[in-house]
């Protein structure tokens, strides 16, 4: 996709290489994200190659910038594979817990004995935050980064490489003049809880599941087979140790912690060196005290013998060093009761299911509510009213019910019924096989997404309406002027409308006047972007732009969606077999044109505006124009994506599978089924050459 500003890489001098490089990053993630996980792809094949080839022509000149999440270090990369091995060269262990402060008199008082000290002989140990998120050994050769690896069961663990390579807190190359040859450094991935609260959200509102805590979402991100989705979750690093090295850590673990940081690596710098039991315990209440304003989770402190010559002597008992032991914080836990189950309707027109507590303090925070997340959670832990639970907060997560103490159910506590309507407007509420999440399909006429509805309408790729934004459609709303798409367009024509508005803050007469303009000059839409503003679920640019061109006017797209609403088997056939159009998008549809007030709301919207037809196929005169034609087989002379190209600037629409309605049927090396079912059905074959013949290719 050449776009008019767009330099030539020759041209690019470094600093504007670089920023292209950021740009490309970006757009290149986000089309991989809307192609690979939410079926909704807004560029054809062709022209997100071409933003590929650009990459790589922009790394091939400036290898020097090429970014940790470049899409040419994924892509390509085989999406199934899982993870390699990688064999830890020094065992990856795990840490004694001490819950009460008397374990902590006493592991100091066993150094103290096992290296026959006085009992008040000074021992100095660092204190540190224990990171509530993943163990990490990092592999750097002569400064070089060559591997990261979880810590798996602690003799092997699995080679996340790419996606280390996509945290900000660590660097591909020390930064020191004098690299050691070998340095494994082991430290914690974790994520923020701004960014887990954030990621959350996303989810959410792109129905995917939500992470339980923070930990999980960390170890669901650094296990991405693809690292571009690592790199957009901002995972972050502590250093707090070592493996493999060479020559050996010696001193002191502060000072191997100061020589990490001044190498560029990221250490907590809430460390601090005590030198008493006593110190320590202070240690651990101040922490506890700062816990919640930290911003990533913690579940405790970790406090380990400074001097190494002494963590040497000490050694390990078991799978943990004598050298260092974990002081946990109390759970964040609390039991209560559920007073009530409330069902709570987003703005996609998802169902979330909520437990009303009867308050209780977890934490230091009065808690008086948790997410049971979705239908099958609630059955799974069988939650009910009435019932006494136990309920669990991390960081500023909303609070999540870990389990029913079933031995004080009340007696005659029914297992709770999840409602099959939406509690906010009364439409059927669906759950179609497979999904977690049951939905309104009220749409337009739920008050719970009026407004995601509406901003999605007057959003760039549909109407794409000036001056009417996230920031004025919940105020016309509140207002009373607008409830759906067609009222758009009749606050336009309607200059009683007009003045109301005119009574809103920030809205003066020349504003007004602009906004009225901006919506006239939108009532003549094409019908790509009408179908788009319809805020179908997994309906995107390009989906809405194959419907518009496979059907061609309003009326004839319209009539074929109530056909596949009303159960017409040949009407689903067509709408499935258009290339591109996937089984949940037909099932959506379905659904959409099922429910009459949509059919009303799309009507009347219809009413307001004018819906262009799409222009007559290009390629007038080819003998592929109007014709449908399907390829199969690998083809040699063009790739796949070209050939379809090619058809469709020749007026064909071009299927992804054969039936009765297909008149052609290009046949590539080892064409297999299709070519059969040409054959079975009767419709004509063209080989390559063929092909490329009538296409006018010599
Ligand atoms: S030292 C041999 N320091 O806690 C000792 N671990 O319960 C290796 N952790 O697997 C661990 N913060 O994932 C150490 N400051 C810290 C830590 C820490 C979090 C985790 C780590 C380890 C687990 C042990």
């Known amino acids: 996709m050449s776009r008019p500003e767009e330099v030539a890489v020759e041209a690019l001098d470094e600093k504007a290489a670089a920023a292209e490089l950021a740009r490309l990053a970006t757009v290149i993630a986000r089309h991989d994200r809307l192609y690979h996980q939410e079926d909704a792809p807004a560029i054809s094949d062709a022209d997100y190659d071409a933003l590929v080839r650009r990459n790589r022509a922009i790394e091939a000149r400036f290898p020097a910038l090429v970014r940790p999440d470049s899409p040419s270090l994924r892509v390509g990369a085989a999406p199934a594979e899982a993870f390699g091995k990688v064999v830890h060269p020094v065992p990856m262990l795990s840490l004694d817990n001490a819950m009460e ?309 009340p007696k005659g506590a029914a297992p709770f019924v999840f409602p099959e309507t939406c509690p906010e407007c009364g439409s059927h509420a669906v759950r179609p096989p497979g999904e977690a999440v049951r939905r309104c399909t009220g749409g337009l006429i739920c008050p719970a997404q009026v407004e995601a509805r509406l901003e999605h309408a007057v959003g760039r790729d549909a109407f794409d309406i000036e001056g009417l934004g996230r920031r004025q459609v919940p105020q016309l709303i509140e207002a009373g002027l607008l409830r759906s798409p067609a009222d758009i367009f009749r606050l336009a024509g309607d200059p009683v409308k007009q003045e109301a508005l005119a009574e809103l803050e920030g809205w003066g007469k020349k504003k007004i006047e602009n906004l009225v303009a901006a919506i006239e000059a939108r009532r003549a839409i094409p019908l790509d972007r009408f179908i788009l503003a319809l805020g179908i679920r997994f309906i995107g640019e390009a989906n809405a732009r194959l419907l518009a061109r496979h059907y061609g006017t309003l009326e004839a797209w319209r009539q074929a969606m109530l056909d596949v609403a009303g159960g017409d088997e040949d009407a689903r056939a067509e709408l499935a077999d258009i290339d591109g159009i996937g089984p949940r998008l037909v099932e959506a549809i379905a659904e959409f044109f099922q429910e009459p007030h949509n059919i009303a709301a799309l009507d009347d919207l219809a009413g307001e505006v004018m819906v262009e037809p799409v222009a007559a196929p290009a390629g007038g005169g080819s003998p592929f124009s109007g014709k449908t034609l399907v390829f199969t087989g690998s083809l040699e002379q063009m790739t796949r994506a070209e050939a379809k190209a090619l058809a469709e600037q020749l007026g064909a629409k071009v299927a992804g599978s054969v039936s009765k309605k297909t008149d052609y049927v290009v046949l590539g090396a080892d064409a297999g089924s299709k070519a059969r079912k040409a054959v079975e059905l009767g419709v004509e074959t063209l080989d390559e050459a063929a092909w490329l013949a009538m296409a006018g290719v010599t």
Request: proline share 5%; with cysteine.
């Open 101 to 409: 402060d008397a374990a902590v008199v006493e592991f100091l008082a066993r150094i103290r004995r096992f290296l026959n000290l006085a009992a008040d002989a000074p021992v100095e140990l660092l204190a540190e935050p224990k990171i509530d998120g993943l163990s990490c050994a990092l592999r750097y050769e002569a400064g070089l980064l060559v591997t990261g690896a979880t810590r798996g069961d602690g003799t092997t663990g699995e080679d996340i490489t790419a996606n280390v390579r996509t945290i900000r807190d660590i660097p591909q190359r020390l930064d020191t003049g004098d690299p050691p040859p070998v340095l494994e450094v082991r430290g914690e991935i974790f994520m923020e809880l701004e960014e887990f609260r954030k990621l959350n959200e996303r989810r959410a509102k792109e129905e995917l599941p939500v992470f339980a805590n923070p930990r999980n979402a960390a170890a669901g991100s650094v296990r991405q087979l693809d690292s571009a989705i690592t790199a957009t979750r901002r995972l972050r690093f502590f250093a707090y140790g070592w493996g493999a090295a060479e020559p050996p850590v010696t001193g002191s673990y502060h000072g191997f912690l100061e020589r990490l940081a001044g190498m560029g690596l990221r250490v907590n710098p809430l460390n601090r060196i005590c030198r008493s039991a006593a110190e320590l315990l202070a240690y651990h209440a101040e922490i506890g005290e700062r816990r919640a304003g930290l911003g990533y989770d913690i579940d405790g402190v970790v406090y380990k013998v400074d001097d190494l010559r002494l963590q040497q002597r000490l050694g390990f008992v078991g799978r943990a060093p004598r050298w260092a032991i974990a002081h946990k914080f109390p759970a964040q836990q609390a039991v209560t009761v559920v007073d009530e189950i409330v069902i709570q309707v987003g703005r996609t027109g998802a169902l979330t299911p909520v437990a009303r507590l009867a308050p209780i303090t977890v934490g230091g925070v009065v808690v008086g509510r948790a997410t049971l997340h979705n239908q099958d959670y609630i059955e799974e832990k069988d939650i009910r009213v009435g019932d006494t639970v136990v309920i669990q907060r991390a960081g500023d997560v909303i609070p999540q019910v870990v389990e029913v103490v079933t031995d004080r159910r």
